[in-house]
């Protein structure tokens, strides 16, 4: 080989992985949720009699405390309440009277409607979000199609709520639910377009990964979102394991991610103003933080569970409504704090994710 050709060959190296905080924490955040949902799954379809204590300990351990990482960047000091005020205090009234109105008429089906629909969404939303990070630690090097990863991430998700919409269950958790009525060739449709895009994304990180450009973290990410959808709303037969597979990685995942914004948030520092959160978010007190989300979580549902139990109602239980409120609040109070100005992070976080 001539000097000239070997000059001409430059060498191909292996793509910086771009982690968010570090390979432990991001293996456990992207693997190890995912896993942990699949898992669960893979125990349940072994021995069915298992859903009943996996649910609960997601509820408990993982569903509740995630509801309460939320309230850790609205009312966790004075200076975050005040902000805060109107969805810390306001909001959760008006949610209520809304789904009481709609539970004391309807009963409880038209929220379970709403409630299966309206989580798919979130959670196709907070995975859109995951997966913005990543893209943003992967600038400024182009290392994938974003355009693509976008289709393939909405387009599963959709795909999936289409095909429990054309099964239509009678029940979903126990309660009785309405569909949209999906005609078959439209599902068919649509599921070998899904399917031809998700193709020809694998095709491109193949091609990406020959050529040394493929965005590692951003890659595993994707992988993990596809096959926590594609178990939850396409292999596994029962909708009521589906959604737990869903619900365990979508929980798992707020709790750390929330940690991780509020970790890069404060930069380690104990901020006077914020000192609860700041504190509980330095990397030492990463446990105490989730400790923290499950024992208040504990107390407030616990006590949500007392009053509903003096409370008698028709249609519906109390406590359906004030968990439906919850679930509610949660879903519309997210969508404002992780996309209003005031609640994004300081420069030296958009630049660390970045970095």
Known sequence: MSAGTAIAQPQVHPPRVAWLYGARFDLFFVVGSAALALLSSVAILADPALFAPIFFLNMWGLAFPHVVATFTRLSFDKASFRQNRFLVVGLPPMIFAVVAAVGLSQGQWLLATVYFYWQAFHYTRQSYGISRAYARKSDPSPTFDDRLSTVVLY?????????????????????????????????????????????????????????????????????????????????????????????????????????????????????????????????????????????????????????????????????????????????????????SRGSRPPQALVAATKA
């Open 155 to 339: 387009a599963l998700p959709v795909w999936g709520v289409l095909n429990r919409s054309f099964e239509a269950p009678a029940s979903f958790l126990g309660l009785d639910i309405w569909f949209v009525p999906v005609n078959e060739m439209a599902l068919r449709g649509f599921g070998l377009a899904t399917g031809a895009v998700i193709a020809w994304w694998c095709v491109d990180q193949l091609r990406r990964a020959r050529a040394g450009t493929l965005a590692v973290s951003h890659f595993l990410y994707m992988v993990s979102h596809i096959a926590v959808f594609t178990a939850g709303y396409l292999l596994i037969e029962s909708i009521d394991l589906g959604w737990l597979v869903l619900n365990i990685w979508h929980n798992a995942q707020y709790i750390l991610f929330v940690w991780y914004f509020q970790n890069r948030t404060f930069g380690g520092r104990i901020d006077p103003e914020h000192r609860l959160v700041s504190k509980l978010s330095r990397p030492e007190n990463a446990v105490w933080f989730f400790g923290v989300c499950l024992v208040v979580a504990t107390v407030a549902y616990q006590f949500f569970f007392f009053v509903s139990s003096l409370v008698a109602l028709q249609a519906v239980t109390l406590a359906f409504l004030i968990g439906q409120t919850l679930n509610y609040h949660h879903y519309i109070v997210d969508g404002i704090i992780w996309r």
